[in-house]
């Protein structure tokens, strides 16, 4: 006696599995983007300490620029790291989460420091002609 064993049908896949990719990517990429964060903004500052360094410790031109133009990059990919962080902080708290304050404090804050940098210094090379 055989018993013929009839294999069961796929289910479709819905859409709204597909959604939730989308979610879960939204908040792995926030939860690094607050701690990317301070990662440039600490980049940020060594590089413009070593400007300032430089400065007294008479680094040639050339080291000075690069110097100047690191410290430019990681400050505006502190900006846009702190931008979407501070939005991701802030649609946290609407969806029902809990408020971390001093998180959205801290990184509103290195956020406009560094921005506010990279403007000052490309003020400075606009007036100095670098």
């Known amino acids: 006696m055989t018993i013929d ?3 069961t049908p796929l289910k479709p896949q819905s859409k709204a599995g597909q959604g939730r990719f989308w979610r879960e990517l939204a908040l792995s990429v926030g939860a690094i983007s607050s701690r990317a964060v301070w990662f ?11 400007y300032l360094l430089g400065n007294f410790q008479q680094f040639l031109d050339s080291s000075q620029l690069v110097l100047l133009r690191l410290f430019e990059v990681a400050a505006a990919f502190t900006g846009a790291f702190g931008a979407y962080a501070v939005i991701y902080l802030i649609a946290r708290t609407l969806a029902g989460s809990r408020l971390p304050v001093t998180r959205l404090v801290a990184t509103a804050s290195a956020t406009v420091v560094s921005v506010a940098l990279v403007l000052l210094f490309k003020l400075s090379q606009a007036w100095f002609r670098l």
């Open 5 to 7: 064993v009839q294999p």
């Open 40 to 50: 440039t903004f600490v980049h940020a500052l060594m590089f413009l300490a070593f």
